[in-house]
């Protein structure tokens, strides 16, 4: 159990949320600056491994094409009208739509190439590349475990020590990525009702069931004896934490996305919408936190 005992609390970006400045209660809707080696360089890492581009369509009259890159999903391109209507997508489920002349070369590769063109037969393909990811959002190193719940596997890479990285393969489809540590200190990502979590030594944890169905302000206990209070203020749902018996002085905000707490043996996972979610270290069968008082 390397990761299991962690003596402070965390909180860390889960794809894309935002971290805490904790100098002042309810000060966590903007990111602090920090060094490369922090945890608040996983923040960096999400928002910058999705990017997307729009460029005009070959067949004109305003149609453009929406280049996505994902570091989840791969690279997905949407042909619209002018009206921004999706007309027809391309991405790995199917990357080549000859039909509408819609093309796309290594759709899960560190470089995807968009290839467009009007007419078939001999015609050229007209190439654009994707939007460039930065090199943190590929798995690197050679590959550590394959960890299988169900339907989902997950692919665990190792590039040194404790720098690790993983996709998140679902029904034969990469549906995530999770961050390669120490970048990150942890690292969850929801897929249907899974969470999954990769931590700083490439353990791999998942859960299911241990999610709150609707947002209630107030005071929830949790497996294990740490108690989560659920608040919201500005239109944000933020999440207060106690540590050995203990309510921490700072409130954390899901700001448009999750955000990660751990204290102990305890993980939260408050989503942006307001449910809670939560894995304890060691317990065989996850639980959802109970609400207990205002």
């Known amino acids: ?11 860390l970006a889960l794809f894309g949320a935002a971290i805490a400045a904790p100098a002042t209660a309810f000060a966590a809707s903007s990111p602090v600056q920090q060094t490369a080696t922090s945890p608040a360089r996983s923040q960096v890492i999400a928002e910058n491994c999705v990017k997307s581009t729009v460029i005009p369509s070959r067949f004109g009259g305003g149609w453009t094409v929406r280049l996505t ?33 819609l093309r796309i070369d290594g759709v899960l590769s560190a470089a995807p190439v968009f290839k467009q063109r009007t007419q ?23 590959l550590y475990s394959t960890t299988k719940y169900g339907s989902v596997t997950v692919l665990t890479y190792k590039a040194g020590p404790q720098v690790f990285s993983s996709y998140i393969v679902e029904n034969g489809k990469r549906v995530g990525f999770l961050h390669p540590a120490p970048t990150a200190y942890q690292d969850v990502r929801k897929v249907g009702q899974r969470y999954v ?45 106690t540590s050995h018996g203990t ?29 809670i979610s939560n894995f ?15």
């Open 1 to 11: 159990m390397r990761t299991a005992l962690r003596a402070t609390t965390a909180v």
């Open 197 to 241: 979590r990769l931590t700083i030594d490439g353990e791999i944890h998942s859960w299911t069931g241990a999610s709150t169905v609707s947002p209630k302000l107030g005071v929830y206990k949790i497996a294990g004896g740490t108690q989560v209070r659920l608040v919201k203020k500005d239109g944000l749902y933020g999440v207060q934490m």
């Open 120 to 142: 078939g037969g001999d015609m050229p393909w007209s190439p654009t590349a994707f939007p460039k990811l930065p090199k943190e959002c590929f798995t690197a190193g050679s």
């Open 280 to 294: 304890v270290y060691g317990f065989a069968n996850q639980t959802a936190p109970v609400w207990n008082h205002a």
């Open 247 to 275: 309510w921490s002085n700072w409130t954390y905000f899901a700001k448009g996305k999750s955000a990660i707490l751990q204290d102990n043996n305890t993980i939260i996972v408050l989503n942006a919408n307001g449910t």
């Open 69 to 101: 890159n994902s570091a989840h999903t791969g690279a997905t391109a949407q042909l619209r009208d002018a009206s921004g209507k999706v007309l027809q997508t391309v991405d790995q489920s199917k990357p080549l739509d000859l039909a509408n002349g």
